[in-house]
C-alpha cells in the first residue's frame, strides 16, 4: 500500500511539473483575422487578411485609412452565390474582384469610399472576393481570367484554424 501512494504521488508531482503547451498562445496569435498571408492573385504576390466569420466579414475593411501596396483582404463564402458589399464607414476607395471557387477572376469593379450603394457581382458564381487599394489591379497587371492561388487560401484558412474545403474546394 506503500508503494502505491509512493508511485501516485510520483505520478502526481510529474504531471504537476508540466508545461503548458506553447504551441497553444501561438496558435492563438497565428489565428488572428490581423495576419496576413501570401496569396498570389495572377502572376503577383500579395498579402492577405481573411474575413471567415460573419464578425469579421461586415467589419471588413472599415476604419481602414490606408493599405500598403499589395495588401489587401479576402472574404471567404462556402456556397456560390452573387455578392453585394458597401463601403460603409471604409474611408478609402478599394478594387473588388469577384472570383469562382476555382480561383478565376470574374470581375473586378471599383468602390468609392463611405458609399452606401452596393456593389453586386454580375456572376451568381463567386465563392470569394479580394479587396485591394484602389487601382491595384490595373496597375498590377491582374486581370479578369487571372487565377488566385487557392492552394495558398487553403493553408491560410487552415492557419486560422477553418476547414478549408468548406470554403475552397
Known sequence: MLRLSLL?????????????APAAAA???????????PVRQGSVGTRLRLAVTDL???????????????????FMYESDTQMRFWMKDTPLDLDIAFVSAEGVILEVKTMRAGDTATTTSSSD???????????WYARAGVKIGDKVDIVALRAALTARGFQAKRYVP
Not at 501516485?8 to 503548458?20: E, K, N, S
Not at 471588413?60 to 499589395?70: F, S, V
Open 56 to 74: 469579421e466579414k461586415s467589419r471588413g475593411l472599415m476604419g481602414t485609412a490606408k493599405l500598403p501596396e499589395g495588401e489587401g483582404m479576402a
Open 8 to 20: 501516485l504521488g510520483v505520478f502526481a508531482l510529474t504531471a504537476c511539473d508540466r508545461q503548458p
Open 125 to 135: 458564381k463567386i465563392r470569394f472576393t479580394v479587396e485591394m487599394a484602389s487601382g
Open 27 to 37: 496558435t492563438s496569435e497565428e489565428a488572428s483575422v490581423e495576419v496576413r498571408f
